[in-house]
């Protein structure tokens, strides 16, 4: 623990004393030779004055001494000229400050060098009791030398002085020969020491020297200390010069690859606030100017409708420190279409979280053409079974009134001999033909699909066109009576039956529907053909 005085010394120190060492030690030794000095002389001054003070009280004793026979016969007789002249003898010594004597409690002369109004407790004095010149034993006055104050300083002063002289060479000697030693020893070496620190150094510099003599010592262990912390430190300083190298060439490696790359990568805190990102980032989410750094992830203009979704997704890897993956669809712009992202977050570290953007656009217009090729018929362009099955199941969930429903079950009558007689190549051309003239029969919005082989179905909306259905029909019949000229130049007659049946409320699903519309169609043929039949009102 250090001392307060001692350590506000050192700070002191520290702020007001050179910066060399040298200078510093040497400071710092003369400074503290001075203020003990200082110290030892005030002690001295103390001595030598209280000393002083004895040494002169006794010289009065013996001064009193002398003039005691006079001062009895002055004290009997009451005789104050003989008084006075006791006190003028006695106060032409220096060292008495003034003399009082009295007989019988009446004071016969007192005399004081200066104007002393209270001597009393001011000066040191001598109180000698005066005895009867014919009684020993009868005391008839007193005479009371008083010390002189200012020629005790003097004598005092004069002692001192002469003591600080001799103090003052010996603490000049003794700081002097203190600093020639600590400079020999201690501060001269390791100014060496720090000279040679200072000086340029390179990895095959030598290392530093031990001053002559300080082999075994403190200063020489420094030194092998020193000179180890330099070999790691250029060990260090190596390696780290290699580490950071090798990361450079990594980071210039890392950013381009993410420079470069079709993939958005993105990095944001836990609560979704942006960090960074790479180019792929800002063109996938088609943003029109670039995110700053804070920006909240969920709430750039591509992504707001998505909003919620995002922040689940967030939440999700924050609690299950876990990777979250969704396909989200990003708002068409002016002149574009709509484009999709596959948006991944995973966690990155306790307060991060890295985010990967893939554009699966082709891969879902890939997906969505397949499914659209799925449900169509190849050779006529129209919706198959599956598709019309699909649409029918929508139709049913999406209307409480299946009255506005009306489906025309469509045979051809005499396509087969067509097939027979003249090739598949001019059957798949008639049927081609047979469903173009089908659709300009009806709406753009009614539903037309191929079943397979020569059936077809319509699937007629609204209630004012199903309440016309009939008509339709019988349209359709007429279109497909009237000759069809093939491209061979060949002219076919195939004409058809149609069975026609209209949803109820009570209706149950699309293929209770499409039963009564075969039902009606088939009736439609056993009629002669060319025929339009209506399913009847009830259930099947």
Known sequence: MTWA????????????????????????????????????????????????????????????????????????????TLAREISAGLMKTHAVGGVRISAGGTLLYQSFRGPVAAPRGQLSKIVQLIHSPFTAHSTVGTVTLYLSREHLRTLAWSYTRFVLAILAAEVLVIAAGTALVAFVVVTEPIKRLSTE????????????????????????????????????????????????????????????????????????????TLQSWNPAFVRLLALECEPHEGDIFSRLPPLRARTHQIENMLRCA???????????????????????????????????????????????????????????????????????????????????????????????????????????????????RVGRVIESAVRTGDIVARLGGDEFVTVLLGSGHVHRAGEIARDIVTRLAAPLRLQSGSCVHIGASIGVAHAHAAEDSPAALLRRADAAMYSAKQSGRGQVCFAPSGIT
């Open 5 to 80: 005085p001692i350590d506000s010394l050192r700070r002191l120190a520290a702020r007001t004393a050179p910066r060399s060492l040298v200078l510093r030690s040497t400071a710092l030794i003369f400074a503290l030779a001075l203020l003990l000095g200082l110290v030892f002389a005030l002690i001295s001054a103390r001595i030598v004055e209280r000393r002083e003070n004895a040494r002169l009280v006794s010289q009065l004793q013996q001064l009193v001494a002398t003039v005691e026979n006079t001062a009895q016969i002055a004290c009997f007789l009451h005789d104050k």
């Open 197 to 272: 620190l200072h000086r340029p150094r390179t990895s095959e510099s030598p290392a530093l020297k031990v001053p002559s003599g300080n082999e075994a010592d403190e200063i020489g262990q420094l030194v092998t200390d020193v000179n180890g912390l330099l070999t790691d430190l250029d060990a260090l300083v190596s390696t780290e010069r290699t580490l950071r190298i090798q990361h450079e060439m990594s980071d210039r490696k890392l950013r381009l690859v993410l420079n470069q790359t079709e993939i958005g990568l993105f990095v944001m805190d836990t609560q979704g």
């Open 318 to 432: 924050r609690l299950g420190a876990q990777s979250y993956d969704a396909d989200l669809e990003l708002p068409a712009r002016a002149g574009t279409a709509r484009s999709w992202i596959e948006l991944s977050i995973n966690p990155l570290g306790p307060d991060q979280l890295l985010g990967v953007v893939h554009d699966i656009t082709e891969r879902k217009r890939s997906v969505a053409a397949a499914e659209a090729l799925a449900k169509r018929d190849a050779l006529t362009g129209l919706l198959n079974r599956r598709g019309l099955d699909e649409a029918l199941v929508r139709l049913f969930a999406g209307h409480a009134d299946h009255g506005t429903l009306a489906l025309l079950a469509i045979d051809l009558d005499w396509f087969k001999e067509v097939n027979d007689t003249l090739g598949h190549a001019a059957g798949d051309e008639v049927l081609s």
